[in-house]
């Protein structure tokens, strides 16, 4: 009895020194994982994540600096598209324009179409302007714009277009016959003027002629226009 009990004692001993020795460590028991876990590790493990780059490799792999110039700062941020710069258009040199079937309004205003152009340089001599005094009065105004009507005698006219500009100025300087219409009105006494047209005007009032004279000229360009 006591020899079978020694043997079962020494079998059980014998089964457990190799359950024993034929067990995992603890360390290696990994806890079982469900499908969706499974799944995903399988696809991360499919697609690689982009290395980063640290803004000192971004700095050295765009620095595309020449020798002996300096280097821009570092750029953080996203890149910005510059729109290109629209080309200038180019500035229209100075010019003349040709008006045709000018109507002289008064000494020093002129009308085509719709447009009036006054003269530049001079002061407008108004149609109702009056000189001299009591019975030796006498309109100059309508003499001034009868004179300049004589002159152009209905001409096409050209007035300036400075550099840069699209269209006419007003006041303008224009021209007939190539001479300028302003520097006439100055220099016949026609219209008071300072600046370039200065000296004309002041030659023509030491002279006495046109608003300047002492009296009413003896021609009568307003009276030879009206029967013209």
């Known amino acids: ?3 079978a009990i020694s043997l079962a004692l020494l079998c ?11 067990a995992p460590d ?3 028991i990994v806890a079982p994982q469900s499908t ?11 697609v690689p994540s982009a290395p980063k780059l640290e803004p000192e490799t971004v700095a050295a792999i765009r620095n595309v600096t ?3 110039f300096t280097a821009a700062p570092p750029v953080s941020g996203p890149l910005v598209r510059v729109e290109p710069p629209k080309p200038e258009k180019p500035a229209q040199p100075a010019r003349l324009e040709r008006l045709y079937n000018p109507v002289v309004v008064s000494a020093g205003a002129i009308k085509v179409g719709d447009d009036e152009v006054r003269l530049a340089g001079i002061a407008v001599t108004e149609p109702d302007k009056s000189c001299g ?10 003499l001034a714009r009868a004179a300049l009507r004589s002159f152009i005698r209905g001409r096409a006219i050209e007035c300036e277009i400075p550099a840069g500009a699209d269209a006419i100025p007003n006041p303008a300087r224009c021209l007939v016959g190539g ?3 302003s520097a006439w009105l100055a220099a016949q006494g026609w219209a008071e003027a300072d600046g370039a047209y200065g000296d004309d005007a002041k030659a023509a009032r030491d ?18 226009a009206a029967r013209r």
Do not use: T
């Open 1 to 3: 009895m006591i020899r």
């Open 12 to 22: 059980a001993a014998s089964f457990a020194a190799v359950y024993f020795a034929m």
């Open 26 to 28: 603890a360390d290696e």
């Open 36 to 46: 969706e876990a499974v799944a995903s590790a399988g696809r991360e493990a499919q």
């Open 66 to 68: 020449p020798e002996n």
């Open 133 to 142: 005094e009591g019975a030796s009065a006498w309109p100059c105004g309508r």
């Open 179 to 181: 001479e300028d219409i």
């Open 207 to 224: 002279e006495k002629l046109g608003l300047f004279a002492e009296s009413r000229p003896d021609a009568q360009p307003d009276e030879l």
